[in-house]
């Protein structure tokens, strides 16, 4: 599925973890790695060391990129990398989409102080702002990131944006054999209290439904062997983690666009919500232009 891999780096803890786990899918998939760190330019990293004019952040990311480079080595996967100057997050984005990478893995945290970057929320920006699918994964001391991924999550509102991530998500679990878990989520506190809310909340609990049953039937059609139907009630992103932690869920693949309006089920900002607490990686697909 993937031919190039482009992974931010800045050589903390996360985001040491995620090279590793990049390089487990760059094995299975015979992926190149494209390692890139920016140094972010909002910083003035500009010093004179022996009378020469050297930028600080760009010479530690030379040396970052470098021992990343000597671990890929030892890992076995190809690889290449560069150090460029910028706005992290558009800077990652427009460098992904320049050289058309099929995927951006990016951890949710990474270093602290001045010269961080890959902090949660340039990743959710990334996230935001990208038409390349976004690969994130939650570090915590406990958390460990299981490859390849034997049963896959994908929520769903039945809208435009629910159905190309789950394009992605169906190609993903058929070439991993993996099981497909759909989620719709009818979300009864934005019902309201007037009269119309049984025959609203019925309507909701249909279309919910109709949504897991048409991404199921779906699923066939990319050979797909094993799916699990999931129509829930609740807060999106409580149901979401709740399911994750009740089925063994080793990936969350959604959509960054949803339905929006009095009618929406999931919504855009869920998958934000997913990204910055889900205990597993989670691809997100932006629909792009």
């Known amino acids: 599925m993937y031919e190039d891999i482009l992974l931010p780096f800045d050589g903390s803890d996360g985001a040491a973890e995620a090279l590793y786990h990049t390089a487990e899918i760059a094995h299975w ?3 190149t790695i494209h390692v890139l ?12 060391v022996e009378t020469e004019v050297v930028d600080a952040l760009v010479q530690e990311g030379e040396d970052i990129v470098e021992e990343a480079e000597k671990t890929l080595t030892t890992l076995g996967v190809d690889y290449d ?25 990016m ?4 270093r602290e102080g ?13 996230v935001r702002l990208s038409s390349v ?66 025959i609203s909340g019925q309507e909701r609990e249909q279309a919910a439904t109709d949504a ?20 829930e009630h609740g807060s999106p992103i409580e149901v979401i983690l709740d399911t994750i932690d009740s089925n063994d869920i080793h990936a969350v693949v959604m959509g960054t666009t949803g339905r929006r309006g009095s009618d929406r089920i999931l919504l855009g900002s869920v998958a934000e919500k997913t990204v910055r607490s889900a205990p597993v990686p989670v691809l997100t697909v932006g629909q792009g232009e």
């Open 133 to 198: 699918p976004v690969l994130t994964a939650r570090m915590q001391p406990d958390e460990h990131l299981v490859f390849p991924y034997e049963s896959i999550l994908i929520p769903t509102d039945g809208s435009a944006g629910a159905a190309y991530a789950a394009e992605h998500g169906l190609s993903l679990a058929a070439a991993l054999d993996a099981t497909v878990h759909v989620l719709c989520v009818v979300d009864d506190a934005s019902l309201g209290l007037d009269v119309r809310s049984t």
């Open 107 to 110: 951890p949710t945290h990474g």
């Open 212 to 231: 897991v049953d048409d991404l199921v039937s779906e699923a066939e059609t990319h050979g797909v062997s094993n799916s699990v139907r999931h129509v």
């Open 37 to 48: 760190f920016v140094a972010d330019t909002r910083h003035d990293s500009v010093t004179v």
């Open 114 to 126: 001045v010269s961080r970057y890959l902090i949660g929320s340039v990743t959710e920006k990334v």
């Open 81 to 105: 990398s560069d150090v460029v100057q910028g706005h992290p997050a558009p800077t990652i984005v427009e460098y992904a989409e320049q050289y058309e990478y099929d995927v951006i893995v």
């Open 29 to 31: 998939a015979d992926a």
